[in-house]
């Protein structure tokens, strides 16, 4: 048997150079600031979806912006990569390591603090580990209305869902994260903090780091605080659930409600039959809003600060035009905040449903509004012709044309194997999105799951000036490294 005796000591040598480093970050963090037993670090390396397991060889939770940029600091002078988490629920294992051992995660967990909120300028200034639901809380305890919504809200913070620029149920109105931030704190990769912190709306001096940092997924530095963009606090809310005969329809009455009162039309949602029907089945304690069942839904909610604003007859109004041009079956308006919110959970708990059905394979895709139906039929076409019996489970957020399009497995096939086809059907799928006109990653993010498309979706000339940036602000490449691009 030949020993090799080199790799085995140059191991070792890399192994004591990882324990003096987390030596080090726990004598500046304090012994709860570090975690590196087996145990205490499997839940920071596994994502959501269980795509990845790369446990990292520590986990440094720094309590403020002064111990992250120490951390980095220390990470950086060792040449050893970081990590940023949030609340870990990204779907595209933007937030684990790309390999396992050799790269340290930073939580922003312990950094929750609602720093201030002004009522006058509505703006929130929050820390980066604060739970998107929390957030929301604290706005609304000011009498103000932070207008971001995504599944996700109750664990999410607020620095993965910047540094991913969520998008979400309110897109419609307000636009994706990146529009609702006015500044941030960022920790760069040499560990020295940026201070944006403004409160401004109108800001023309130089470049506007901010939307650079938005987006980004942690890797061009650590987002640690935000000023957040807040809207007045709506006076009244309601929600429809619509059944629609086809996904034109959907579109009709989207334009006729956007038509009567487009600052009014806080979110519009589709779910197709499909989606629904496995709500149903999967959901314990999920039940159908409607007399009978529909080839197709929607989810509508209105919203407005003005007293006098009388959301229940612009419904009536437009629902009886729907309905009189045969483009709408059935509709329910809540008559209680408690079933508005039955509504919502249906809609919320599309994803917690398709990992109940079995193997799904995701794509979040979004295409010009006028092309959903082309999506929707090429999609299902190609699902035929190769997939046969695969399941399109397809919901999101018609009115900015992002698509969950999500394939599950045939009922009682191998999901081992359903799962390998995963890249070949992701990429079908991708032909028909370019084709139409659209984007393979809407609001998910690119992360490890979908980086070797970059090159192929953004083109030489994009690709090489999104690179050119990486370089200039994280030359050595710590931040983390294999998101977005490939390594």
């Known amino acids: 048997m030949k020993i090799s005796i080199l790799p085995i000591a140059a191991t070792a040598r890399y192994n004591r150079s990882m324990d003096e480093l987390v030596d080090r970050l726990r004598a500046i963090l304090g012994h709860g600031g570090v975690l590196d037993e087996a ?4 839940p920071y390396g596994t994502d959501w979806r269980g795509l990845f397991d790369h446990r990292p060889r520590a986990v440094v939770r720094p309590a ?3 111990g992250v940029a120490a951390a980095v600091r220390l990470c950086a002078a060792s040449g050893v990569a970081i990590v940023p988490q949030g609340g870990n629920t990204s779907m595209v294992g933007g937030a684990v390591p790309g390999t396992a051992g050799s790269q340290i995660v930073l939580s922003l967990a312990r950094m929750n603090a609602i720093r201030t909120i002004d009522r006058s ?3 929130l200034e ?3 580990g604060v739970t998107l639901r929390a957030a929301q809380l604290a706005a609304e305890a000011a009498g103000a209305f932070l207008p971001l919504s995504i599944s996700a809200e109750g664990s999410a913070q ?6 991913t620029n969520a998008g979400g149920n309110n ?4 636009g994706n994260t990146r529009d609702l931030v006015l500044g941030l704190e960022v920790v760069l990769p040499d560990g020295r903090i940026w201070n944006g912190l403004r409160r401004l709306r109108k800001d023309n001096t130089g470049y506007a780091l901010r939307h650079l940092f938005a987006g980004a997924e942690g890797t061009l530095g650590i987002i640690t605080a935000a000023v957040l963009r807040l809207a007045p ?3 009244s809310r309601i929600a429809c659930f619509c059944g629609l005969p086809g996904i034109e329809a959907v579109l009709d009455l989207y334009r006729r409600l956007r038509d009567e ?3 009014a039309l806080y979110a519009f949602e589709y779910i197709s039959g499909t989606a629904l029907d496995l709500a149903l089945r999967h959901l314990p304690g999920a039940r159908l809003p409607l007399e009978r069942a529909a080839a197709h839904y929607a989810l509508v909610e209105l919203a407005t600060t003005r007293r006098a604003g009388d959301l229940g007859a612009t419904f009536e109004t437009v629902l009886g035009e729907a309905l009189d041009a045969g483009s709408l079956d059935d509709a329910a308006i809540a008559n209680s905040e408690a079933q508005r919110l039955a509504f919502w959970s249906l809609r919320e708990h599309m994803a917690d449903a398709q990992k109940r059905a079995g193997a799904s394979i995701k794509n979040d895709v979004s295409v010009p509004v006028a092309a959903v139906p082309a999506l929707l039929a090429r999609a299902a076409d190609m699902l035929a012709q190769h997939y046969p019996g695969a399941r399109m489970d397809a919901f999101g957020h018609i009115g900015d044309g992002n698509i969950h399009l999500n394939v599950i497995q045939p009922e009682g096939a191998d999901p081992a194997r359903f799962e390998t086809q995963g890249g070949e059907l992701m990429e079908r799928v991708n032909v028909i999105i370019a084709d139409l006109g659209g984007s393979f990653s809407a609001e998910h993010g690119i992360g490890l799951l979908k980086r070797h498309a970059v090159t192929v979706w953004r083109g030489e000339v994009e690709r090489d000036v999104m690179l050119r940036i990486k370089a200039a602000i994280d030359p050595a490449a710590i931040m983390n490294p294999g998101k977005i691009f490939e390594p």
């Open 121 to 123: 300028s509505l703006t």
């Open 171 to 174: 897109t419609l109105r307000f």
């Open 126 to 128: 929050i820390e980066a």
């Open 39 to 42: 145990g205490d670090i499997a």
């Open 233 to 235: 606090m709506p006076r």
């Open 158 to 163: 607020i620095g993965g869902v910047i540094s």
């Open 261 to 263: 009162d487009e600052a």
């Open 64 to 66: 403020d912006t002064a």
